[in-house]
């Protein structure tokens, strides 16, 4: 058998694996960043409200990208998951020392506000990439 063919056969079964465990890491950092949230981005969105379409989307990527260093590094699944684990801690910790910090800001995301959102993405982006480089060391 061809070695090219023979290594997706032998890798196939641990990429899904490791592929399976890091996305149902990211619907429980989801689920947890929404519990922290003081506004329901869910029920805004739906509502139409492209702040917070935009905010959760910012929330997601920031939640995804250290969560995609940690499969990247890792050396097995245990691995992914305790690192994985302290990634989501620190970004929700980020990501609600933001909300605190940029006044009035679930009034401004309800109210549709886009500057808030847009301020409230580049926090949450800016400390993922910088959670993701450390966490690869």
């Keep these: 058998m061809d070695p090219i063919l023979q290594s997706l056969l032998n890798g196939f079964p641990t990429l899904l694996l490791h592929f399976s465990v890091t996305m149902a890491m990211l619907g429980i950092g989801i689920w947890a960043y929404q519990l922290i949230t003081p506004w ?17 989307a910012g929330a997601i990527l920031g939640l995804a990208i250290p969560l995609a260093i940690c499969m990247a590094t890792s050396v097995g699944v245990l691995d992914i998951i305790l690192w994985g684990l302290v990634a989501l801690v620190i970004q929700l910790l980020a990501f609600r020392l933001a909300d605190l910090l940029l006044k009035d800001l679930p009034k401004r995301i309800e109210a549709g506000e886009m500057g808030a959102s ?19 060391g």
Excluded at 40 to 54: F, M, P, T, V, Y
Excluded at 119 to 136: C, E, R, T
């Design 118 to 136: 847009i301020l409230v993405i580049a926090v949450k982006l800016s400390v993922a990439f910088i959670n993701a480089a450390a966490i690869a």
């Design 40 to 56: 329901d981005e869910i029920k805004l969105i739906r509502q139409g409200n492209s702040a917070a379409a935009s905010s959760f």
